[in-house]
């Protein structure tokens, strides 16, 4: 990626972090404002966007934009399970020029469309809810793909083919990484007690919780294996009207939904909140006191939320660990 000429000031700054990477004998990536270890190959600029969009042309590339948090154990998958496989990295690099964003970052940044704004505000104005969210920016620099939390491998890969056009024209997103990402999984749909019958009502007293999921599923064995069978995602799950419904029931409810397992929150007869990745039992008990406490009206950002629940957890003498 083109870089374009920094002042001498902070020329000087940054060589003298590059010499203390070296001294240190770390990566120069080190140095960057990221809590987890970013790849080498990514790249650093000046996070001018729309210049960042022609570079990455130039070399017939699309733009490819990562946010990330500290403490965020989807985020150390990402890095440690897809972009240690030699398929996905070859065919991330092939197509991508790839930047790393900090969601709580105070560097500058230019939007494609010329407003600046600090790191955590552009992961604001762009709804970041979820670590790692993944922006796929095409050779004019619109979003042309999006990935709210962890994909794994397959679905990845999947996700990065359509991204990068190799799919062709014509087919959704969503219906392309269901048909090109084959899960080794059950294959039929799980039953839960919990489940109501349809048609469907938003309308209910209580929030309602739509489940989307398929036969052939990794993602849904495990939610049923493990997420549904905790005591307090069981708990909470009593606030909901909870309806079992397919992908092709989401769209003709004009949802969307792009990965199974998928959860949809409404409120008063509104989606508040959407959970579209893998989320292990904490994030998704997380979610739903989130919608069923109505946090989500007093702290628009989920992270947030999940930070502070954490903390009233530890303080109450519990081991809280992001990842079971």
Known sequence: VRRRRANPGAMRLW??????????????????????????????????????????AREKKRLLLYFGQDGCPY???????????????????????????NVWGDRDTTWTDGRRMTEKELARA???QFTPTMLFLDEKGAVVAR????????????????????????????DYVQAAAKDAAGPKLHEEAFFLKQPVRLDGKKPVALVFETPYCAGCD??????????????????????????????????HVAYTPSIVLFDGGREVFRAESYLRPFHLA??????????????????????????RLRDRGRTVDLWK
């Open 15 to 56: 060589i003298a972090l590059a010499l203390m990477a070296v001294a240190l004998g770390v990566r120069a990536q080190v140095a960057s404002p990221h809590a987890i270890d970013i790849p080498a190959w990514f790249s650093e600029t000046f996070l001018d966007f729309p210049e960042d969009v022609r570079d990455a």
């Open 75 to 101: 985020c150390k998958e990402l890095m440690q399970t897809n972009f240690t496989q030699r398929a996905i990295v070859d065919k991330t690099r092939k197509h991508f020029v790839a930047i790393a964003l």
């Open 126 to 128: 762009l709804r970041v």
């Open 147 to 174: 990935l709210n939390g962890y994909y794994p491998p397959q679905r990845f890969s999947a996700a990065l083919d359509y991204a990068a056009g190799v799919s062709g024209k014509g087919p959704r997103f969503e």
């Open 222 to 255: 495990d939610l049923h294996r493990e997420g549904f069978k905790r005591p307090e995602v069981r708990k909470l799950l009593e606030q909901f009207d909870v309806y079992q419904l397919t992908p092709d029931a989401g769209r003709a409810l004009s949802l």
């Open 286 to 311: 997380s979610a739903l006191e989130y919608v069923a406490s109505r946090s989500y009206r007093t702290e628009p950002s989920f992270q947030r939320y999940v930070q502070a629940r954490a903390d």
